[in-house]
């Protein structure tokens, strides 16, 4: 993962970047229609228009599949902070508190060689999930 958050958080904001990057390349490239460019100015700005109709599109695709994703998303009370959150797949991060959340305790240790030098959690006996303890900036 790039950022330390939630996966349906990670998807939220890839698709808010890539609306406001698409924003950003049309207004560019109506620059090339505003300056009185000649016919290069319609060129770049049909190309910067295009670029920036596909970010819109492509944001358009990862709301849609983190929408899907989050309809099959496990809802369930984080153990480190008592919030409500949705996990996507065996290993996601909780929405509130970044703790790294699994629902293999096996997955643990390995986890949290890849991504924090925090402590590893014991599961806790009867719960289905475990926490590892990530380093809270
Ligand atoms: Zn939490």
Not at 61 to 84: H, N, Q
Not at 105 to 118: F, K, Q, V
Request: hydrophobic letters at 50%; glycine letters at 10%.
């Amino acid at each position: 993962m790039l950022l330390k958050s939630s996966k349906i958080n990670e998807f939220r904001l890839w698709g808010l970047l890539l609306t406001m990057g698409g924003m950003l390349i049309m207004i560019i490239g109506l620059a090339g229609v505003v300056f009185d460019w000649g016919a290069v100015g319609r060129i770049i700005a049909v190309i910067f228009l295009i670029l920036g109709m596909i970010s819109m599109l492509g944001s358009m695709a990862i709301y849609f599949w983190a929408g899907m994703m989050s309809t099959s998303a496990v809802a369930l009370d984080c153990p480190e902070c008592g919030k409500r959150t949705k996990m996507i797949g065996k290993t996601d991060r909780c929405m509130f508190c970044k703790t790294i959340l699994t629902v293999d305790p096996s997955m643990a240790p390995a986890e949290a060689e890849i991504s924090d030098e925090g402590n590893i959690r014991q599961p806790e006996t009867g719960s289905a999930t475990t926490a590892i303890d990530s380093s809270k900036n």
